[in-house]
């Protein structure tokens, strides 16, 4: 399987009934079906658990949804596939047949369906990300790899717990456990500093950046991918890695692990405080404010959001992470912005038809701004 239609397709849905099918309201995002809800509207409803909009226009939807406003596009999905996947899955959470609802993702080269278990008693039982193609499946590894690695790392109950990892027909499956459904705050403050402090500090290893594993894949990125990158990436990228070389290279940084897409929408608020989901990009050795960076940058990259200038408020952050680092602000943002991209750049090469060039040219842009000493993000 490699997109939403495939998906649609392995469920066998049909926009007739049939014998033996299951109805379902499938509600579009543009020209795809973005999500896959029972026709139970009780069910419909504990279902809109997967949607967390952090945008008024997407409440909006959801309430129209939740309200039936918006009747969405009835379906029907063959009850024998149905069946077999609520089995795989309800066996794991002792659930002999939960129902589902689907979150089919977003379109491009690692896209996953997610796969919400509600019990009988409508409480959501877990949720499994189904992989949808093989770099998609690369992706579900590394997340499964990656939550062990969280479940050390982090505060207990603010990161979801791998119950299954498997397989159904071709696809990877891995199901986690549910945690909260409130939507986490938009702005990054305390509560997101304390999960990446305790998150630093319990993965925290100090040494010199230029021997750093960090430093070794930015610099191998040219050799690597600098053929296949368009203009002008190739020589933006050898030129800020020669700033950086220059600016941290010979000094002694606490690098540790870092969630790399700690974003307003991968959060979660509960009774334990800030709940993080969506680990698959996280990775060890990372710079520190990697992911309070990223917070803000995403968001002004994807949202139009202005980024943050208070260079007072992250100097106070990285003060709590590295004492004497505050003078290296600058450096660390742009050590940032060169692995960031290289995360967009190597996406971008094993999928060019995929995904959307957008994020990665915006970042490229500040990056130029940086090297032309006019970038106004700190």
Not at 54 to 82: C, H, M, P, S, Y
Not at 230 to 239: G, K, L, Q, V
Not at 258 to 282: C, I, K, Q, S
């Amino acid at each position: 399987m490699s997109s939403s239609q495939d998906f649609l397709r392995a469920l066998g849905a049909r926009s007739i009934p049939g014998a033996g099918g299951r109805a379902y309201v499938a509600y579009r995002n543009r020209a795809d079906v973005r999500w896959l809800l029972p026709a139970d509207p009780i069910l419909r409803g504990v279902g809109l658990q997967l949607y967390t909009p952090q945008r008024l226009r997407g409440r909006l939807l959801k309430r129209a949804i939740a309200t039936g406003a918006l009747r969405g596009e009835r379906v029907w999905l063959d009850g024998t596939t149905l069946r077999e996947l609520e089995l795989t899955l309800g066996r794991c959470v002792g659930q002999i047949e939960p129902s589902l609802a689907f979150s089919l993702g977003t379109e491009g080269a690692t896209q996953k369906a997610t796969a919400q278990l509600i019990g009988n008693d409508g409480t959501v039982l877990g949720y499994a990300k189904i992989a949808i193609g093989p770099l998609a499946n690369e992706a579900l590894d590394a997340e499964w790899r990656n939550l062990q690695r969280a479940a050390v790392a982090a505060p207990r109950g603010q990161v979801p717990e791998p119950i299954h990892v498997g397989t159904w027909r071709d696809a990877g499956i891995l199901l986690m456990t549910p945690g909260p459904a409130l939507p986490g705050p938009t702005n990054l403050g305390q509560a997101h500093f304390d999960f990446l402090s305790a998150v630093h500090h319990s993965t925290r290893e100090e040494r010199e950046f230029g021997s750093s594993r960090m430093f070794a894949r930015l610099s191998g990125a040219i050799a690597q991918w600098g053929h296949v990158w368009p203009d002008p990436w190739p020589r933006r990228f050898a030129r800020a890695l020669v700033r950086l070389e220059a600016e941290l290279g010979a000094v002694r940084v606490p690098l540790s692990f870092a969630h790399r897409d700690f974003a307003p929408w991968n959060t979660r608020w509960g009774p334990a405080g800030l709940y993080v989901l969506d680990w698959e990009m996280a990775r060890d050795g990372l710079i520190p404010l990697y992911d309070a960076f990223h917070f803000d940058a995403i968001r002004a990259a994807t949202r139009n959001v202005r980024l943050r200038s208070e260079i007072g408020y992250l100097e106070r952050l990285l003060a709590r992470l590295w004492p004497d680092g505050v003078d290296r602000l600058r450096a660390l943002y742009l050590a940032y912005l060169l692995d960031v991209s290289l995360l967009y750049g190597e996406a971008r090469a094993r999928a060019p038809e995929a995904g959307d060039e957008r994020v990665w040219s915006w970042f490229g842009r500040v990056i130029d701004q940086y090297l032309a000493a006019s970038c106004q993000c700190l």
